[in-house]
């Protein structure tokens, strides 16, 4: 079973960095995708950023620019560093996991991936 764990979240001010990370135990593997999403209650889950296992990476509109999809390999960990934040980037940035995925870059829809974790919250005030 794959376990998806992340941290980092925080309350910033519009203009500011946070970093999130998330850590995968249980079983690994060798072909991958790993990707962030964003829940806002009575909105759609949104796809941020995601990364496979030979580091390709895809990034929503929305983010570009602004927000870096990387991984430590050596600690199962993968990380989203988030700069010049903005109040609509507010909501709960869940970490979801996907072995052995066909597309690359890694798809940044929910309906890719099985494994999730419960979520850090982001919130940026204006």
């Known amino acids: 079973q794959v376990r998806p764990v992340e941290s980092g979240g925080d309350s910033v001010q519009s203009g500011g960095s946070l970093r999130l990370s998330c850590t995968v135990s249980?079983?690994?593997?060798?072909?991958?995708?790993m990707a962030w999403f964003r829940h806002v209650p009575g909105k759609q889950r949104e796809g941020v950023a995601g990364?496979?296992?030979?580091?390709?990476?895809r990034y929503a509109d929305s983010v570009k620019g602004r927000f870096t999809v990387s991984q430590d390999k050596t600690t199962h960990t993968m990380y989203l560093q988030m700069n010049s934040l903005k109040p609509e980037d507010t909501g709960l940035y869940l970490c979801?996991?996907?072995?052995?995925?066909?597309?690359?870059?890694?798809?940044?829809?929910?309906?890719?991936?099985?494994?999730w974790g419960q979520g850090t919250q982001v919130t940026v005030s204006s």
């Open positions: 979801a996991v996907q072995p052995h995925c066909s597309i690359r870059p890694p798809l940044i829809t929910s309906l890719a991936y099985d494994n």
């Open positions: 249980g079983v690994y593997y060798t072909t991958y995708c």
């Open positions: 990364i496979d296992s030979e580091d390709g990476t």
